[in-house]
Every structure is written in structure tokens, then in C-alpha cells.
């Protein structure tokens, strides 16, 4: 290989683990959103399932080490160090090896995960009471956001406690269909009506999820493949500029 073709390897190699780092800090962003947040989706599994807090260490593990690799690979690309270039590799490939098998996994897995999902949601409607700021108002956010009620539809609250002991007809407020009679619009809580035909949504949230997934089925393939080929490439560039450096000096390190 011509010294200016490892000249280009070698820079481009350095602005991909550039890249590589800030994806890293981007994945620990996102995981450490998934273990605090308290705002979305997520909120509501976090107080009944340990799966998504064990998930979001991951999250937060992989993207870590993922900095940690962009930062190696930085110097490894820059100093021409076949140690530091050939950990990359192998670090890269069991990311790789790791993501195809999460992959695998939960595709094989998405049904006692659905099932799981759905038990933890029922769990949280048959004790709402409205009061918590978190798992409830965060549940609230999404059947107004989706105009959805219930997980497989309205009936799934008749489970709820507080209405199966009241005389009254009540519904939860962020089921409330503008586009039907009744009551102020409330966002939390637990409303009142005059009849037994509730002014509710009568689509289940289960379904308008499935919806946004299978609308943004291309979106999430595309990345993972982009994911899968950055990858690909810069261990195809790894190797290429460790088979070029036939010795190492250490001097162009930067002492401190």
C-alpha cells in the first residue's frame, strides 16, 4: 500500500473513531434517559419490570465502551500502534457479534416481551388512583398523545379499583374523545359521566404503538444496517492500516 493511500486510511480511520466517540456518548445519553427519565413511555415499566433498568446499564455500559474504543482508535489511527488498532478490531467485532445476537433474541423473544409489557400496564390501570406524578401521569401523556384507551382498549379499566367500587360512571380523563359529549377536558385522573357510553377513545394503546413501529419499521432497519456498516468499515480500515505499519515507533506518542 503507497504511503499516501495510508496517509488517507489513517486520517479517515481518525475521523470515523471521532464519529465512533460521539455515537458512544450519544448511547450513554440514551441510557441514562431510559434509568431517570420520568416523563415517557418508559417511566411506566420502570416501578414493575427490572428488564428495562437492566437494559438501560447496558445502554449505558455499551456506550462507555464505545467511547472508550473511539478514544483508542483515535490514537491507535494517529500513531500508527498495531496494539491499539488490533484491540479495536476486536472489540469491534464483538459489538458486532453482540448486536446480530440482541437482535436474534429479542426477535425470537417479542412475544413474552409484549406479554410482559402488557401485565406491568393492566398492573398499573387496576391500581391508578391519578395521584402518581410518574408511571400514571406519564401513562396519561400517552393515551391523550396516541388518542388511545386502555392497552387493548377502554374495557381494561373497568379493572381499576376506585371505578369498580363507585356508583358513579367514571372513565379516565385522558380518554376523554374531544369529538364526543360530556365533561371539561381534564388531563389526569379520573372523571365522571352522566351515561354508561363513555366519551372515550375506543382504540387500545397496543395497537397505536404496533402502528408507530410498523410506520417506522424502515427508519429503525435502516439505522441498524448503517450501524452494521460503519462498523464493517472501520474493521475493514483497522486492519488495512495495521497490516501497513511494519514497525512502531513510540516516540510520536505525546509524553506527559
Not at 417511566?43 to 433498568?53: G, P, R, Y
Request: one cysteine or more.
Amino acid at each position: 500500500m503507497g504511503k499516501g493511500c495510508i496517509t488517507v486510511v489513517k486520517y479517515f480511520l481518525f475521523l470515523f473513531n471521532l464519529l465512533f466517540f460521539i455515537s458512544g456518548a450519544l448511547i450513554m445519553g440514551f441510557g441514562l434517559w431510559v434509568l431517570f427519565d420520568n416523563q415517557s413511555f418508559i417511566a411506566v415499566l420502570h416501578d414493575s419490570s427490572d428488564t428495562i433498568k437492566v437494559a438501560s446499564y447496558i445502554f449505558i455500559a455499551v456506550g462507555s465502551l464505545s467511547m472508550a474504543m473511539g478514544f483508542f482508535g483515535c490514537i491507535g489511527a494517529i500513531y500508527e500502534i498495531r496494539c491499539l488498532l488490533g484491540l479495536y478490531f476486536t472489540c469491534l467485532l464483538l459489538i458486532l457479534i453482540a448486536q446480530v445476537t440482541a437482535g436474534v433474541l429479542i426477535y425470537f423473544q417479542r412475544e413474552p416481551l409484549k406479554y410482559e409489557m402488557s401485565n406491568i400496564i393492566k398492573g398499573m390501570m387496576i391500581n391508578y388512583t391519578g395521584q402518581n406524578r410518574t408511571t400514571e401521569h406519564t401513562w396519561d401523556y400517552i393515551q391523550r398523545k396516541m388518542k388511545c384507551c386502555g392497552w387493548t382498549g377502554p374495557g381494561n379499566w373497568t379493572d381499576n379499583l376506585i371505578i369498580k367500587n363507585s356508583s358513579q360512571f367514571l372513565y379516565p380523563c385522558s380518554c376523554r374523545n374531544d369529538n364526543l359529549p360530556g365533561t371539561d377536558v381534564q388531563e389526569v385522573g379520573l372523571c365522571a359521566h352522566t351515561s354508561t357510553q363513555l366519551p372515550v377513545f375506543e382504540t387500545g394503546c397496543v395497537i397505536s404503538v404496533e402502528k408507530w413501529l410498523l410506520d417506522n419499521c424502515g427508519v429503525i432497519l435502516g439505522l441498524c444496517v448503517c450501524v452494521a456498516v460503519v462498523e464493517l468499515l472501520g474493521m475493514i480500515l483497522s486492519m488495512c492500516l495495521c497490516k501497513s505499519v511494519v514497525q512502531e515507533d513510540y516516540t510520536k506518542v505525546p509524553k506527559y
